[in-house]
């Protein structure tokens, strides 16, 4: 297994395709100037997804990026030989992939799987617009979860890789164990976010993984021959003893089946959460571990516990299952709580991220506090834990209400915040 090569004088040692010698090239570039960032809106309302992405007014951010390029270039010898139904992007983040590889190659009956529920928006949303240049183009994809029905007979694979080592596991695994065995898989990311573990967990399910050149500091890996009797990982189950719970993970859920630092300083303090409160939220829910405590600390109540993440909502439903509260835990994968009612919570519980995808972005966390204000009834309470150098409390005081600092540590701040 070679590893990822030099970065030498890089960005531009892999060349650029001629687009005004291909029409196909000449297609495929003008779909892609055309495509849109679509960023989730601050405040949507209930049973909206099919609205919850608008345009994203920063123009430093694009839809198409020098890794969606590299990834159509390096797999069009591939694509240029698959027939329809014999085609899977996974982690398309606003279409380019989808939408390229149809334009460029002709092809219909692409299966496309997006852990996050936002990338499917943008995609749909983005394969609408460019209709009109391309008729027929919101039909040539298929939405579908991880496993048998996404990769059953594939022969080439579009991943843009996840920086977590288990997601990326847990998507090659499903390759080698379900797709065709003379499954191409090809996997971009930028330099900055590619490490050679990567190619050792490619190595574990294919007998050829090689490194592209790189181009404008990005790369590609390409693993070939499925290893015969690969076996999925996921789910695993990991037994917290100091909560006496079983937390079931996928692959891409954040922390997998462990107890994250935040989570466990905001666990210490549920026996301050309002003593009267039947509704309950766990906002971006992760494997379910604050929406499962909740409930076995509070008989009457129901939780609804949300993630944008597949993989996440999976984890949770699991984990409420094996905790025994699957009937008062009810996992919803929207964007944010999009889905919920306003003012149908007494309660919601709030661990952040403070990272979108690979970069820090602290974006995700004031959508999470406007939700939370929306979807809290006047007197609810959200409590959130947050690392404290980012001092969030001004920005709960203006989504929600006043906000008091319940418990600090080194690294932890805990605050209550009251709905107007």
């Not at 960005?11 to 090239?25: T, V």
């Not at 919101?138 to 059953?152: N, S, V």
């Not at 090809?186 to 294919?206: C, I, P, Y």
């Not at 319940?406 to 107007?420: C, H, I, K, L, N």
Request: proline share 7%.
């Amino acid at each position: 297994m070679p590893p990822l090569p030099s970065d030498g004088p890089l960005p531009d040692d892999a060349a650029h395709p001629d687009a005004s010698a291909d029409p196909s090239l000449a297609a495929r570039d003008l779909l892609l100037a055309g495509l849109e960032r679509f960023s989730p809106t601050a405040h949507p309302g209930p049973e909206r997804r099919s609205g919850s992405a608008t345009h994203d007014p920063d123009p430093t951010l694009v839809a198409v990026d020098a890794t969606d390029r590299l990834l159509l270039d390096e797999a069009a010898s591939a694509l240029a030989t698959a027939g329809p139904g014999e085609v899977v992007v996974i982690d398309d983040r606003f279409g380019a992939l989808t939408l390229g590889t149809a334009v460029a190659h002709g092809l219909t009956g692409l299966r496309v799987h997006q852990d996050a529920v936002t990338g499917e928006v943008a995609l749909d949303r983005n394969a609408d617009k460019a209709q009109a240049h391309f008729p027929g183009l919101a039909d040539a994809f298929t939405h579908l979860p991880l496993g048998e029905d996404l990769l059953r007979g594939a022969r080439v694979v579009l991943l843009q890789l996840p920086r977590s080592l288990a997601a990326l596991r847990d998507v090659a695994e499903h390759v080698a164990h379900f797709a065709a065995p003379d499954v191409v898989l090809l996997a971009g990311a930028r330099l900055k976010h590619m490490t050679t573990a990567m190619n050792d967990v490619l190595a574990e399910s294919f007998t050829d993984v090689r490194a592209s050149l790189a181009r404008q500091k990005s790369r590609v890996l390409v693993a070939r021959g499925p290893r015969p009797g690969t076996d999925l990982t996921y789910p695993v189950t990991g037994h917290l003893a100091e909560l006496d719970l079983d937390v079931v993970a996928y692959g891409a859920a954040f922390a997998g089946a462990s107890l994250d630092l935040g989570t466990r300083f905001l666990l210490g303090f549920l026996d301050r959460v309002s003593p009267g409160a039947h509704d309950a939220v766990d906002l971006g829910c992760g494997t379910g571990i604050l929406a499962v405590s909740f409930a076995r600390a509070r008989p009457g109540a129901v939780v609804v516990a949300t993630d944008q993440s597949e993989a996440a909502v999976r984890s949770a439903q699991a984990t409420a299952v094996a905790a025994g509260v699957s009937d008062r835990v009810r996992v919803v994968r929207d964007d944010v709580g999009s889905s919920l009612a306003d003012r149908s919570a007494d309660v919601v519980l709030c661990n952040p991220p403070f990272h979108q995808g690979a970069a820090l972005s602290t974006d995700a966390a004031h959508r999470m506090f406007a939700a939370a204000g929306r979807v809290l009834r006047p007197g609810g309470e959200l409590w959130t834990v947050y690392n404290s150098h980012l001092r969030y409390r001004p920005a709960l005081e203006r989504a929600v209400g006043p906000t008091t600092q319940e418990g600090r540590d080194p690294r932890f701040t805990v605050t209550r915040s009251v709905a107007r």
